[in-house]
């Protein structure tokens, strides 16, 4: 008997799954290292058993090292045969998962600064479990693949032509969350999977896809994780006179960068918390602030979206706050009746899973990013065979 193991290190966690090998493979236990840093906590998840324990001081290193060890009980003497690694950055041509060679993970190692929040971590996930199951074959699953193949105007920036073809343009991010909602849609509204839906991913990191048929015309990220919405703790759409006015002002690239991407956002606003849920229960004028431009800029990309679709028919909340964060939901559509959006009050108080009142369907969907690194490990395996390649043959989720 083998186990897939899929490995998701972002910002503050790193997630973990396990499943059993099959065409749609079986999840037999899930956790995570959450809120790393001074009081970091392993939370797991088997046969319906929730376990939690608080680790103490925990980097991503000694993290990865603690979930490692706690592998060893869940995995019950069955081997590791694939390790997925969720990786937020494949650069221009990677469309699909990867068997990772060295090569390709020195390749992924140059786009570190395109992500400086994840891909080192992401890779430092995927180092770890070499050197800790080094016979099992190692698996990428990219944040940027689902959005190749967008129209030329939904990629570039008005810039010089050759920026473009070295790089320079908008990739987008929360691949793997689109792909399994894409999947989810296509199962449970059929209908609505072949039409113009955009899903709103919202949590610590958030974004907006617009899909059509499926897959991704245009995203609210760009060229790195900072774009589009406010975050929790990135800033999100800016002007860039603002950061050559900061430069200009005697401030570095490096307090620059932490700015950016560590400083601003919901944390930065508010000056409380990058948790949406306390600032939500705060009192205090400014995170009435924080969650008033939030929900105003989500609202915005919304109508974006909707114009690059040339119309909406239907709205997908997904990721923490937009599962659980009914205020948030409630106040962007506040401003969208004009496209036939509209919240049903009680429906969205309790999360359910259609919240709408007008004529276009707005839905409430959990996603799963580890099941679509873990179904990527599962066709890695079955052409094990094909030596010297490392495509993995690509299936709609």
Not at 27 to 33: N, S, W
Not at 72 to 99: M, N, S, T
Not at 213 to 224: N, Q
Not at 275 to 282: C, H, N, P, T
């Amino acid at each position: 008997m083998s186990l897939i193991l899929t490995l998701n290190a972002g910002s503050s966690s790193i997630k973990f799954g396990l499943y059993a090998p099959s065409d749609e493979p079986r999840e037999e236990a899930r956790g995570q290292i959450d809120a790393l840093g001074p009081e970091a906590r392993l939370v797991i998840e088997a046969g319906g058993v929730e376990t939690s324990e608080v680790i103490g001081p925990a980097d991503h290193a000694t993290g990865l090292a603690r979930l490692i060890a706690a592998l060893g009980p869940l995995c019950a003497a069955r081997q590791i045969a694939a390790v997925g690694h969720r990786v937020v950055h494949g650069g221009p041509d990677i469309d699909g998962p990867r068997v990772l060679t060295p090569a390709l993970v020195a390749q992924l190692d140059a786009l570190a600064p395109l992500a400086p929040l994840h891909q080192p971590h992401n890779l430092a996930g995927v180092r770890a479990a070499l050197a800790a199951f080094p016979e099992a074959v190692q698996v990428a699953a990219f944040d940027t693949a689902f959005h190749r193949g967008h129209p030329f105007v939904n990629d570039t920036f008005a810039l010089p032509r050759r920026f473009f073809e070295a790089g320079v343009r908008r990739y987008g991010f929360h691949g793997l969350s689109y792909d399994y909602i894409a999947g989810r849609l296509r199962a449970v509204h059929p209908r609505l999977f072949e039409g113009r839906v955009i899903v709103a991913h919202l949590g610590n990191g958030a974004s907006l896809c617009a899909l059509e048929g499926g897959r991704s015309v245009a995203s609210t990220m760009g060229f790195s994780a900072l774009d589009g919405m406010p975050m929790g703790t990135r800033v999100g759409q800016l002007d860039p006179g603002v950061v050559l006015f900061l430069l200009d002002q005697g401030m570095t690239a490096g307090q620059i960068t932490d700015l950016l991407y560590k400083e601003s956002g919901l944390k930065g606003l508010s000056g409380i918390s990058h948790d949406m849920r306390v600032l939500l229960a705060s009192e205090a004028r400014e995170a009435e602030e924080a969650i008033a431009y939030y929900s105003f800029r989500l609202a915005r990309e919304i109508g974006g979206l909707a114009a690059a679709l040339g119309g909406i028919d239907a709205l997908v909340f997904t990721g923490g706050i937009g599962e659980n964060a009914g205020p948030i939901r409630a106040r962007a559509v506040a401003k969208l009746g004009f496209l036939g959006l509209a919240v049903d009050a009680d429906r969205n108080a309790v999360n359910a899973a259609t919240i709408h009142a007008g004529r276009v369907p707005i839905l409430v969907m959990a996603t799963d990013e580890e099941r679509i690194i873990a179904r990527a490990c599962a066709r890695a395996l079955l052409t094990k065979g094909a030596e010297g390649e490392n495509w993995i043959p690509c299936v709609s989720s």
